[in-house]
């Protein structure tokens, strides 16, 4: 394959490492991410319709997957100044920053997720834009201590032009802080129904590991002060054995390619009430198996090489 690397620009040949009707992954031999083809970001409609990951109303449970928060919140060498956390979302991990001492501020450009943040979280300092209308407009001017960016990366097209004006937000001497999907992990929680969707094109153009994510921050001017792949969570642990002894009857049974989708039609049905019932009872069962058996996980999961499924980075803006 003859094209160029959207990433480091490379000529190279490119190896081509997964295929689907719509689009390719190749792995860059000089830059060692994985990148998409097309390279196009899917556009706001098609996060306004993925209401799953991005809900148009607070969920009851938090992401399981932003791992890398508590990373970043425990880190007390970070100064406590002010933040920007691009793709804010509800405004839950800022509301957190927020309390540990950071003035906060937020940008996303789902504008049904930044009205969460203000109505739920009384946030006034998050604004539904893009980062250059942000830089044009309300942040024309300001500059940061830390700009956060978790869970961001992996979906951009633009990925150089973002860090150059991330680059330009930081004081000197600021930090960057970020978290993406890492594509070394292992054993891996996201395969089951409906979530081997959620690290695939066109919802996320790149695949990062240690090696790709470092050499990146390096060439925009950052320093890597840290670059761990996070531990597992309770709660990640209890999603990966409920993936890992799904039976596949409630969904066959509610007509449904996930039970927390059942349709309008099946929701009236008369088994419907029953399949549910059996199925919350099967998950209470599994969640304390995994309480149970988490502390004996954890410690084979590192006795035995694994990788974590975030990879958190913290690095500091170099003068030039």
């Not at 059996?278 to 058996?293: V, W, Y």
Request: proline share 7%; charged share 25%; with cysteine.
């Amino acid at each position: 394959m003859e094209t160029a690397c959207p990433l480091c620009s490379s000529a190279k040949p490119k190896n081509l490492v997964q295929s689907w009707p719509n689009y390719d992954y190749y792995l860059c031999g000089d830059c060692e991410i994985i990148f998409s083809r097309p390279f196009k970001n899917p556009g706001l409609e098609f996060y306004e319709g993925y209401t799953d990951l991005y809900p148009h109303e607070m969920p009851e449970q938090k992401i399981i997957m932003s791992l890398e928060y508590e990373e970043f919140l425990n880190d007390r060498n970070v100064p406590r100044g002010e933040l920007l956390d691009i793709g804010c979302g509800d405004g839950w991990f800022i509301r957190r920053a927020q309390d540990a001492g950071y003035r906060v501020a937020g940008i996303d450009f789902n504008p049904h997720r930044v009205e969460l943040a203000k109505s739920h979280y009384g946030l006034r300092d998050v604004f539904a834009a893009s980062l250059e209308n942000f830089i044009q407009g309300e942040g024309k001017g300001r500059t940061f201590d830390v700009v956060t960016l978790f869970q961001v990366l992996e979906h951009l097209d633009r990925p150089n032009d973002w860090m150059a004006m991330i680059r330009s937000l930081l004081k000197p001497g600021g930090y960057v802080a970020l978290g993406v999907p890492n594509r070394d992990r292992r054993p891996d929680p996201l395969r089951g129904p409906g979530l081997d969707l959620l690290d695939i094109p066109p919802n996320h153009l790149t695949r990062w590991n240690k090696k790709g994510l470092a050499d990146f921050l390096k060439k925009h001017g950052f320093s890597v002060e840290r670059l761990v792949d996070v531990d597992w969570h309770p709660l990640l642990y209890a999603l990966y054995l409920r993936n890992n002894l799904r039976l596949g009857m409630g969904v066959k049974m509610l007509k449904t390619d996930q039970v927390v989708h059942v349709s309008p039609q099946n929701r009236l049905s008369p088994n419907t009430g029953i399949v549910l019932n059996l199925i919350r009872a099967k998950e209470a069962a599994i969640n304390l198996l995994a309480k149970m058996t988490y502390p004996a996980f954890r410690w084979g999961f590192r006795a035995r090489g694994g990788q974590g499924v975030v990879l958190y980075g913290l690095a500091r803006k170099e003068s030039r």
